[in-house]
């Protein structure tokens, strides 16, 4: 047996046993009887959905009906007892099993991009050791996050396959698992895949020429946020107001610092990219993506009754007021939420762009699609995105000779960060602040500093262990 074989044996199995542990054997959320908050209203989807009942259900919800129904007919047919205990129970198989297909289409990604061994397992815990996975799966099992997440997994492999028919399934499949898996499946899909020519022209009234273009987005933004900060009638808030007006300026320079660290990949070559996006798009693929997607909507419309609780309206000023809860509020919340990867991105961003415009225009709209919701702090937004943001990291380090000592630090520290252990229940009762602690919006700003200290230590930490770039 080979080190590889260890190691995944390994790294999986430590994977399976925590997530056991925490879905039968640990605590969970005391809302709803164990459903949670959303979980309580999909519990009763579970318990009752049928066909000629589906007008019942808001299109919100809809998008996301998909693992309830398969608890339903579970149920059903193996004649257990529908109750809130027993979904829960058939829904964490379902999340384990969807898990377990994650990891297995990881290692045949894995294997196509030919990872080394202290690579694949950085990536591996990267991906599977956070926050998300090891704890809240467990914790609050009645949610389509895990799904997601492993959706966009295979939605990866089968686009490096470039396997057109699988990545419309799942699109069509992902529509009733998570709202933007239809979006980010239909990108990969029919958009071109050929690289991205990204030579810079030198002419300097042509590259601020560009830099005014690529700034208009930016320009709309504050106007909109600093409507939001002062004028009454344009703020809208979650649940409560989250912007600390005492550091907002801050907070939208940090804000505007993101969007022109993004932009600078583009200065320079954007009309090029623009003028071959033209030339090698197709009207065919345009028109099947629209088809797709306007089909996809009817159906969902057609059988739901038509109500979102959350409007694109409502979703979009929600971002803004995210955005500047705190100076960096979104970086340290994806950092908190899925581990150190959103902190070796900083280190690799010019190698990580590269990978990008290699995979064509699809992967790109997808990269822009996961930026958009990177720019909230609620990070659950991005599950499906992870493996669009991560890979290109690792496949930048496997350039590198990363030493394996290096990799067993790195999964401890994910485990650290992932917070299994961390017990968010106090004499079986939840508290609210442990919750919260790295949930975005209602985060507490003490967690906040908190964290941003975590923050701050990680990077000295990465930057210590960090290989410079001599190739093997």
Same mark, same amino acid.
């Given at each position: 047996?080979?080190?590889?074989?260890?190691?995944?044996?390994?790294?999986?199995?430590?994977?399976?046993?925590?997530?056991?542990?925490?879905?039968?054997?640990?605590?969970?959320?005391?809302?709803?009887?164990?459903?949670?908050?959303?979980?309580?209203?999909?519990?009763?989807?579970?318990?009752?959905?049928?066909?000629?009942?589906?007008?019942?259900?808001?299109? $919100?919800?809809?998008?996301?009906?998909?693992?309830?129904?398969?608890?339903?007919?579970?149920?059903?047919?193996? =004649?257990?007892?529908?109750?809130?205990?027993?979904?829960?129970?058939?829904?964490?198989?379902?999340?384990?099993?969807?898990?377990?297909?994650?990891?297995?289409?990881?290692?045949?990604?894995?294997?196509?991009?030919?990872?080394?061994?202290?690579?694949?397992?950085?990536?591996?815990?990267? +991906?599977?050791?956070?926050?998300?996975?090891?704890?809240?799966?467990?914790?609050?099992?009645?949610?389509?996050?895990?799904?997601?997440?492993?959706?966009?997994?295979?939605?990866? $492999?089968?686009?490096?396959?470039?396997? &057109?028919?699988?990545?419309?399934?799942?699109?069509?499949?992902?529509?009733?698992?998570?709202?933007?898996?239809?979006? *980010?499946?239909?990108?990969?899909?029919?958009?071109?895949?050929?690289?991205?020519?990204?030579?810079?022209?030198?002419?300097? %009234?042509?590259?601020?020429?560009? $830099?005014?273009?690529?700034?208009?987005?930016?320009?709309?933004?504050? @106007?909109?946020?600093?409507?939001?900060?002062?004028? =009454?009638?344009?703020?809208?808030?979650?649940?409560?107001?989250?912007?600390?007006?005492?550091?907002?300026?801050?907070?939208?320079?940090?804000?505007?610092?993101?969007?022109?660290?993004?932009?600078?990949?583009?200065?320079?070559?954007?009309?090029?990219?623009?003028? *071959?996006?033209?030339?090698?798009?197709?009207?065919?693929?345009?028109?099947?993506?629209?088809?797709?997607?306007?089909?996809?909507?009817?159906?969902?419309?057609?059988?739901?009754?038509?109500?979102?609780?959350?409007?694109?309206?409502?979703?979009?000023?929600?971002?803004?007021?995210?955005?500047?809860?705190?100076? +960096?509020?979104?970086?340290?919340?994806?950092?908190?939420?899925?581990?150190?990867?959103?902190?070796?991105? +900083?280190?690799?961003? %010019?190698?990580?762009?590269?990978?990008?415009?290699?995979?064509?225009? =699809?992967?790109?709209?997808? @990269?822009?699609?996961?930026?958009?919701?990177?720019? =909230?702090?609620?990070?659950?937004? +991005?599950?499906?995105?992870?493996?669009?943001?991560?890979?290109?990291?690792?496949? &930048?380090?496997?350039?590198?000779?990363?030493?394996? $000592?290096?990799?067993?630090?790195?999964?401890?520290?994910?485990?650290?960060?992932? %917070?299994?252990?961390?017990?968010?229940?106090?004499?079986?009762?939840? @508290?609210?602040? %442990?919750?919260?602690?790295? *949930?975005?919006?209602? *985060?507490?700003?003490?967690?906040?500093?908190?964290?941003?200290?975590?923050?701050?230590?990680?990077?000295?930490?990465?930057?210590?262990?960090?290989?410079?770039?001599?190739?093997?």
């Amino acid at each position: 047996m080979n080190k590889r074989y260890y190691t995944r044996f390994f790294s999986t199995t430590v994977l399976f046993v925590i997530l056991i542990l925490n879905s039968f054997f640990n605590e969970r959320i005391t809302i709803g009887n164990g459903a949670g908050w959303d979980g309580t209203y999909y519990d009763t989807i579970c318990k009752d959905f049928s066909i000629e009942n589906t007008k019942s259900i808001d299109s $919100y919800t809809f998008q996301r009906i998909l693992p309830f129904v398969l608890v339903h007919y579970s149920c059903d047919v193996l =004649g257990i007892e529908s109750n809130t205990l027993n979904h829960l129970s058939v829904m964490i198989l379902l999340n384990l099993f969807m898990i377990l297909i994650g990891v297995y289409f990881f290692y045949k990604i894995s294997d196509i991009l030919s990872f080394s061994v202290s690579i694949e397992l950085i990536a591996f815990s990267s +991906l599977f050791y956070n926050y998300p996975i090891l704890k809240l799966l467990g914790y609050y099992p009645l949610l389509t996050d895990y799904f997601a997440f492993s959706f966009g997994i295979m939605l990866f $492999y089968f686009f490096i396959c470039r396997k &057109t028919t699988w990545l419309l399934l799942l699109s069509l499949l992902g529509s009733l698992v998570w709202p933007t898996i239809l979006l *980010q499946g239909l990108l990969l899909a029919f958009m071109p895949s050929k690289p991205i020519e990204t030579s810079k022209v030198k002419n300097s %009234r042509r590259m601020v020429f560009e $830099y005014i273009l690529l700034s208009i987005p930016v320009m709309i933004y504050l @106007v909109i946020t600093i409507s939001h900060v002062f004028v =009454g009638k344009f703020k809208h808030n979650l649940y409560n107001e989250v912007t600390n007006y005492n550091l907002v300026l801050l907070s939208i320079f940090c804000i505007v610092m993101y969007y022109f660290f993004v932009i600078k990949q583009f200065a320079g070559n954007g009309l090029n990219i623009l003028k *071959q996006f033209f030339k090698d798009v197709r009207i065919s693929n345009i028109v099947n993506f629209a088809l797709a997607f306007v089909f996809v909507r009817l159906i969902i419309y057609y059988f739901s009754n038509h109500l979102s609780r959350h409007s694109f309206s409502a979703f979009f000023f929600e971002m803004i007021s995210e955005s500047i809860q705190a100076p +960096l509020s979104n970086l340290i919340n994806h950092f908190a939420y899925y581990g150190l990867t959103f902190l070796l991105i +900083l280190f690799y961003w %010019r190698p990580f762009w590269t990978f990008v415009f290699n995979a064509g225009f =699809g992967y790109l709209f997808v @990269v822009f699609l996961s930026l958009f919701l990177a720019l =909230g702090n609620e990070s659950r937004y +991005l599950i499906n995105m992870l493996p669009f943001i991560f890979i290109p990291v690792f496949s &930048t380090l496997n350039k590198y000779d990363i030493k394996f $000592y290096k990799s067993i630090i790195w999964v401890g520290l994910s485990l650290l960060l992932s %917070r299994f252990w961390f017990l968010i229940n106090v004499k079986n009762e939840l @508290v609210w602040e %442990r919750y919260m602690l790295s *949930q975005g919006p209602w *985060q507490p700003f003490l967690y906040y500093v908190l964290f941003l200290v975590f923050f701050i230590i990680s990077f000295i930490i990465i930057k210590i262990l960090r290989i410079d770039y001599n190739e093997k």
